[in-house]
């Protein structure tokens, strides 16, 4: 079952000195119990499509939908079922983990006794026990990377987006973090995953979309990319494919 | 979940987290409670430690000769002589009062100068603080003599100053006694040499100068209290990005600014009552009422809470301009480059306000900041305040609030702002970068009234007539301002934030049934009006005075041409106040507010603008119907057609007097308002509940109108 669907999404950001199309008619599917990787470079375009797919950013031009709810009619509804994260997603420095579950469990309209009880669960299924009651500002990285995927996970939604998810994370919390995906996926949820360590994608992805300056040049799970390159390596079937577009591109002008 | 549990959870959990900043802590608790003693303490011993030194330091004394030396001295010793005799007599009689006795000159030396420009250049070069020179009258009758004392003093030198006063009062002491000598000599009472006796008895209590001063203290640290939250819940969040996170959580950003603004506004009343708190204990423990009061009364604790309460709507009010004004900042630096203005915005009308010749009437009442001031200053000074102008300052100040808060909302979800994509003022008044919009956002249409509100205050209490004057200026100044300010202002906004005029002023064709409706509207209410004021005098008495200024308005109307009457009584006031009122502000009230809400609160506004409580109830009420028949006509017309006709007919009235005579309703002298004959209220009553059925359903396309109405809000906001 398609559960995001994103149509032709394109934003255009006003500048200074005129506009900027940082996304253009960018199309995919995501189902459920797959990793979907959005993958490119920096300034690729790969974060203002997922803003616009969780409704922070109002596309400039064609829709999306997450479990049948329009991005641009029901936002309130598309939040209820999206859990976002991101690397530099900020935590509230001066509450305790347990604390800030609990606020962002009643944020999704829960009351008092069952948003303690979801926040004592988290706690206890990702093992964050040890630092539950600590003030956020005195975690390290990697906990507070894994306070920010419970707090995505308050409301168990069935769609997952992840932008950058272990940006500067050392190898153990990054084991953590992936093999939490790994078991989102496997429970039957839509995964976004956002990254630009294609050998992480390699090993993450189901399927996967190459983001070049704003377009989407390639899609498809990984032996169809394979094929249809002759290359084995996903960065190398990366980079051959943006030197494609490129070429392209030089042709078409 | 409802609006006011997201709200309660929003509002705990940011409490929290603002008092768990030690910065703020210390801001709020510590600064005071240590800091106020401390300064308090300080300054005023310092200033009477200085007074006291200035007395006990010798005073320096020029002269021109060596006579004018001796006579000095001779003056001076003589009278320290009579002073410790009469010293001697009291003190045998009781311990006295040694404060209040008069102290003899002792530590001075005096100097003789060469000439009256040195003399004058010593002084100016403060090595002398005086100086003396004495001239010998005429003997007078063979034995008296006049004597001329002249005294060169720089009063910008206190001690120059000090010299000169205390040196007074030796010649004047000196003068006394020598009268009653010469008045005992000549065998005549001692008490002729004083024909007058003055005596000051102060009467200021020591709350009339904490009434100057208190009011601007406590608005500045109301202030102070709610810059640091401001700051910190709104640019403070998006920089640590945690506002990103807030954003994909199903709240809408109202409920997020609402919480956040009710946060800034407890910690700012806190604030406010701990220092306070402090300042009173500070003064009261200290002892410091003599210093500051010159008397032995307490500070009254019961009027600091008096004034705490009042201080409510102003922390409401600040608390509002500093989230909407950081609600613009990215970073905490930025926010507090924002906030210095603001400040300053502030305490202008406030520092006039302290101005002890300022009254609390006319413009001030609805002066921002400016008529809080006041305000709190006439509750301390306990004067006669009455409850229509504590109302008028309370009602305005909440409307600028809200104003306030509305903008903080639209701006605070805004992408642009969010996720710094482009400078975030730049992107508000930079008018390629705003995209056309189908409807004006709340924001918008409640800061353009919010805005209008003092201003039209001010035109119609520039124009009020002087006793005897009639009103026809009033009302030609009306309909040439009325069209400026109602239509003109708003328009040009809309233009400018390419904004669709047609949804905005609801230019729309209405169908017949609405046109009808407006029509029989127009027609009955004024019997619902009238049977309104009926029902209103029975509880609140008119004052002459207002009943007067109704008939001035009669007869000016009277004495216009019957069409410059309607069109300035009718005409005008339906076109334009329709427009603003059921056009521009419903239309931007109704895109974020449920419909009810959003027809009282433009109907509140409506009644509000008139000014006068007296015809709050009617102006509210009809304010509703009309609100309510354009909601349902999606045109702006039927509404401005039913309130035509009410004012028209409320002019033929005047105009005609045969016309109400042929209803056959009593003149109106005597007794204005009793109820209606049934004849006439009966078909009246009957007529407007038939144009109210009248009015059409709402039909399928206004509803999804008004849903993507909502919509548009939400995903710009």
């Known amino acids: ?253 | 979940m409802r609006f006011h549990h997201r709200i309660r959870t929003i509002y705990v959990k940011e409490l929290i987290d603002i008092l768990r900043d030690r910065r703020t802590l210390l801001a709020m608790i510590v600064v005071p409670i240590v800091m106020y003693p401390l300064l308090m303490l300080g300054s005023i011993q310092a200033v009477s430690y200085q007074v006291q030194s200035l007395d006990d330091e010798p005073i320096r004394f020029g002269v021109l000769t060596e006579d004018d030396g001796k006579h000095l001295h001779a003056l001076i010793l003589r009278d320290a002589e009579t002073l410790s005799r009469v010293a001697k007599r009291q003190g045998a009689e009781s311990a006295g009062d040694e404060d209040d006795a008069p102290k003899p000159l002792e530590d001075y030396e005096v100097r003789a100068m060469a000439s009256r420009a040195a003399l004058e250049d010593a002084i100016r070069e403060r090595q002398l603080h005086l100086g003396i020179l004495i001239e010998k009258g005429p003997l007078i009758g063979g034995r008296y003599r006049r004597i001329h004392v002249e005294f060169l003093v720089d009063s910008d030198n206190v001690r120059s100053f000090n010299a000169m006063t205390r040196l007074q009062d030796v010649v004047a002491r000196t003068r006394d006694r020598l009268l009653e000598n010469r008045l005992a000599q000549v065998r005549l009472p001692r008490a002729l040499a004083k024909p007058y006796i003055m005596d000051v008895s102060d009467l200021a209590t020591p709350t009339s100068m904490l009434g100057q001063i208190l009011p601007l203290i406590l608005i500045l640290l109301t202030i102070t209290g709610a810059i640091y939250p401001a700051i910190d819940l709104t640019a403070g969040e998006r920089e640590r990005g945690t506002l990103e996170t807030l954003m994909v959580c199903p709240v809408p950003v109202i409920d997020l600014i609402v919480g956040k603004f009710l946060v800034v506004t407890s910690v700012a009343i806190m604030g406010a009552a701990l220092n306070l708190t402090v300042v009173s204990a500070t003064i009261y423990f200290g002892g410091f009422n003599r210093v500051l009061a010159g008397t032995e009364e307490t500070v009254p604790l019961g009027k600091m809470a008096l004034i705490l309460l009042a201080l409510i709507p102003f922390a409401v009010l600040m608390s509002a301009v500093m989230i909407a004004v950081c609600s613009y900042a990215r970073t905490f630096k930025e926010a507090q480059n924002y906030v210095t203005p603001v400040i300053l915005a502030v305490l202008i009308p406030g520092g006039f306000a302290a101005l002890p010749t300022t009254q609390l009437e006319g413009v001030m009442l609805v002066m921002p900041v400016g008529n809080m001031v006041l305000l709190a200053r006439d509750l301390l000074l306990g004067a006669d305040i009455s409850w229509w102008q504590v109302s008028l300052v309370l009602i305005s100040t909440s409307l600028y609030a809200g104003a306030a808060v509305a903008v903080a909302a639209s701006v605070f979800g805004r992408e642009s702002v969010v996720f710094a994509d482009s400078a975030s003022l730049k992107t508000i008044f930079s008018r390629r970068l705003i995209k056309p919009a189908a409807w004006p956002p709340i924001s918008m249409s409640s800061l353009v009234v919010a805005l209008l509100f003092p201003t039209w205050f001010f035109v119609q209490a520039s124009l009020s007539p002087g006793p005897g004057e009639g009103v026809q200026r009033l009302l030609r100044m009306t309909g040439v301002l009325m069209p400026l300010l109602f239509v003109a202002c708003p328009t040009i906004v809309l233009l400018y934030w390419r904004t669709d005029i047609v949804n905005a002023f609801a230019l729309r064709r209405p169908g017949v049934r609405s046109l009808a409706a407006g029509v029989l509207i127009g027609l009955s209410s004024w019997v619902v009006a009238r049977e309104l004021n009926v029902l209103q005098s029975s509880i609140i008495v008119i004052p002459a005075e207002i009943l007067q200024s109704f008939e001035t308005m009669a007869a000016s109307i009277v004495a216009m041409p019957w069409w410059m009457a309607l069109l300035l009584v009718a005409v005008v006031p339906a076109v334009c106040e329709e427009l603003l009122f059921r056009g521009f502000f419903l239309s931007g009230l109704m895109k974020s507010a449920r419909p009810v809400t959003a027809i009282l609160v433009s109907a509140t506004v409506f009644a509000v603008f008139h000014f006068l409580l007296f015809k709050f109830l009617v102006t509210a009420v009809l304010g509703v119907v009309f609100a309510y028949l354009c909601w349902r006509s999606r045109s702006i017309l039927p509404g401005m057609v039913a309130h035509l006709l009410h004012n028209a007919i409320g002019a033929l009235m005047v105009i005609e007097p045969s016309f109400p005579q042929t209803l056959g309703i009593e003149s109106s002298d005597g007794d204005t308002w009793a109820h209606l004959p049934a004849h006439v209220l009966l078909p009246g009553v009957a007529v407007f509940v038939l144009a109210l059925i009248l009015i059409p359903r709402p039909v399928r396309s206004a509803d999804e109108d008004l849903s993507s109405a909502s919509f548009d809000i939400r995903s710009t906001a």
């Not at chain 1, 598309?78 to 420095?93: H, I, M, P, S």
């Open chain 1, 1 to 253: 079952m398609d559960m995001v669907i994103a149509e032709n999404l394109v934003k255009v950001f006003p500048t200074p000195d005129g506009e900027k199309c940082a996304v253009d008619s960018v199309s995919f599917v995501v189902r459920r119990g797959e990793i979907y990787g959005l993958l490119g470079p920096n300034g690729a375009g790969k974060t203002t499509t997922l803003r616009m797919l969780s409704g922070l950013m109002t596309p400039t031009g064609g829709t999306a939908t997450l479990a049948g709810y329009s991005v641009s009619k029901q936002p309130q509804e598309v939040k209820r079922v999206l859990g976002f994260l991101t690397a530099n997603t900020g935590l509230y420095q001066r509450l305790t983990p347990r604390e800030l579950l609990i606020y962002f469990c009643e944020l999704h309209q829960m009351e008092r006794p069952k948003a303690e009880a979801r926040a004592d669960y988290l706690i206890d299924w990702l093992g964050m026990g040890d630092f539950a009651k600590l003030r956020c500002g005195a975690l390290s990285t990697g906990q507070k990377q894994q306070v920010n995927i419970a707090r995505a996970l308050v409301a168990d939604p069935p769609i997952l987006v992840m932008d950058e998810p272990t940006l500067g994370l050392d190898v153990l919390s990054n084991r953590v973090i992936l093999d939490f995906i790994r078991r989102e996926r496997d429970e039957g949820k839509a995964i976004i995953l956002s990254t630009h360590y294609l050998d992480e994608a390699e090993t993450m992805c189901d399927r996967v979309g190459l983001l070049h300056e704003g377009r989407l040049v390639a899609e498809g799970d990984l032996d169809t990319l394979r094929e249809q390159t002759g290359e084995q390596r996903l960065s190398v079937i990366f980079l051959k494919l943006i030197g494609a577009s490129e070429s392209a591109g030089a042709v078409g002008s």
